[in-house]
């Protein structure tokens, strides 16, 4: 029991000893080192729609749209005032260009005749961008649709692809 007694004084520098090998509370009050923000993530970059064309392509391409005999059913097209064709013309552009799938873009015209445009999602065909349409265009109360696939020209105008 002696032996006992004279050790536990030892065991109890060994532990104390322990103690003072483990982390200090200055390292804990440190904690980890965190990187420093980057300056050049200060600018925000200038971000530009790749896919939209540029308000000026909008205008000269709305100007060259007004021949939408290719976008209207043919039997439908004698029939047709200037004021109906231009109204056509804008929404088939507008539908194309900006519309959202499945939302009709509707147009009204001259004596009751109207019409609207619905368009489905871009397609990317040969790194060129296409769109289902239908155009729909009612007079006296007879509605004429067309459908096809039309497809965005370098230019900004659009085409009725085949």
Same mark, same amino acid.
């Given at each position: 029991m002696q032996q006992i *007694?004279?050790?536990?004084?030892?065991?109890?520098?060994?532990?104390?000893? =322990?103690?003072?090998?483990g982390p200090s509370t200055s390292d804990v009050a440190l904690g980890p080192t965190l990187p420093q923000p980057n300056s050049t993530l200060g600018t925000q970059p200038?971000? %530009?729609?790749a896919s939209l064309p540029a308000p000026g392509?909008?205008?000269?391409?709305?100007? %060259?749209m007004n021949d939408v005999s290719a976008?209207?059913?043919?039997?439908?097209?004698?029939?047709?005032?200037?004021?109906?064709k231009s109204e056509a013309a804008s929404a088939q552009f507008n539908a194309l260009t900006f519309g959202r799938p499945g939302a009709p873009r509707?147009?009204?015209?001259?004596?009751?005749?109207?019409?609207?445009v619905t368009v489905g999602p871009y397609v990317? *065909?040969?790194n060129i961008d296409c769109r289902d349409f239908t155009h729909t265009v009612t007079i =006296? =109360?007879?509605?004429?649709?067309?459908?096809?696939?039309?497809?965005?020209? *370098?230019?900004?105008?659009?085409?009725?692809?085949?």
């Open positions: *007694v004279r050790a536990v004084p030892l065991f109890a520098m060994l532990l104390l000893a =322990g103690c003072s090998m200038t971000i %530009t729609p392509a909008i205008q000269s391409a709305n100007t %060259t976008f209207l059913d043919p039997s439908v097209l004698g029939q047709l005032s200037a004021k109906d509707a147009w009204t015209g001259d004596k009751g005749t109207s019409g609207n990317r *065909v040969n =006296g =109360g007879a509605p004429h649709a067309r459908k096809g696939t039309a497809c965005r020209e *370098v230019d900004g105008t659009w085409s009725v692809a085949g």
